[in-house]
């Protein structure tokens, strides 16, 4: 079944730096979702973003949203030690459960 | 506002024993979602619930695994005969209706060892 790829796998920056995942996915998409995990455990919904959408905004996140390449980025700006996490990405399947990919650990640096 | 519990936070147990891990969504929510995470992977889907019934139980990755939701809140993840296989985080969320843009709210997990 379809799931999104994040890349890179691991990304390391300084505090206030900012950090791009990308995520490239198969198929034809009606939405792709965002979650961050904190510690290994609960997932928290960052943003959504619809097929007819090309960039959402939501405080420091920018999703971006590109159809024709299957691809979709993550935008953190002016990263806090707070925001190391992992992050995933979650297109539409068109079921209801989510498909994950590996996910992008980031590590932001105080 | 209670978010989704999960308990037990952790759980041991011996390769070939049975297991029951419980979920409480959040109130109102009908949508149900059981998910494991291996260490180093994503989350991976293993059944859904509307209500009462199981919508899609596709993820679940052999007999041994069952759940149950019998008055559409509750929920109880079975596993019989453990393997070390089974070592994860059992992940469960809840979502207002189900619907495909609705947004997930995961519980915190239950680590579970199988020695």
């Known amino acids: 079944s379809q799931q999104g790829e994040e890349d890179p796998q691991a990304l390391s920056i300084q505090e206030g730096e900012n950090a791009t995942m990308n995520c490239s996915y198969k198929?034809?998409?009606?939405?792709l979702q965002w979650y961050r995990q904190n510690s290994g455990r609960g997932l928290v919904h960052l943003i959504l973003?619809?097929?007819?959408?090309r960039e959402k905004h939501s405080g420091r996140l920018r999703v971006t949203l590109d159809t024709s390449k299957k691809s979709s980025s993550l935008l953190i700006t002016a990263s806090r030690a707070a925001d190391t996490a992992s992050y995933f990405c979650?297109?539409?399947?068109?079921?209801?459960?989510?498909?994950f990919g590996s996910g992008t650990r980031l590590q932001v640096q105080p | 506002g209670a978010g989704v519990s999960q308990t037990p936070s952790n759980k041991v147990t011996e390769k070939g024993k049975y297991v029951e891990l419980r979920c409480d969504p959040i109130s109102g929510h009908t949508a149900l979602y059981w998910y494991r995470q291996s260490l180093g992977q994503g989350p991976e889907f293993l059944i859904y619930?509307?209500?009462?019934?199981?919508?899609?139980d596709s993820g679940l990755p052999n007999d041994r695994f069952f759940a149950v939701r019998p008055e559409g809140s509750v929920s109880t993840l079975k596993i019989q005969r453990t393997e070390r296989g089974d070592s994860a985080v059992y992940l469960c969320?809840?979502?207002?209706?189900?619907?495909?843009?609705?947004?997930?709210?995961f519980g915190p997990g239950t680590r579970l060892t199988v020695l």
């Open positions: 979650a297109p539409d399947t068109g079921r209801r459960a989510l498909t």
């Open positions: 619930f509307q209500g009462t019934g199981a919508a899609d």
């Open positions: 973003i619809r097929s007819n959408e």
């Open positions: 969320a809840s979502s207002s209706q189900g619907g495909r843009t609705d947004e997930q709210f």
């Open positions: 198929t034809s998409i009606n939405n």
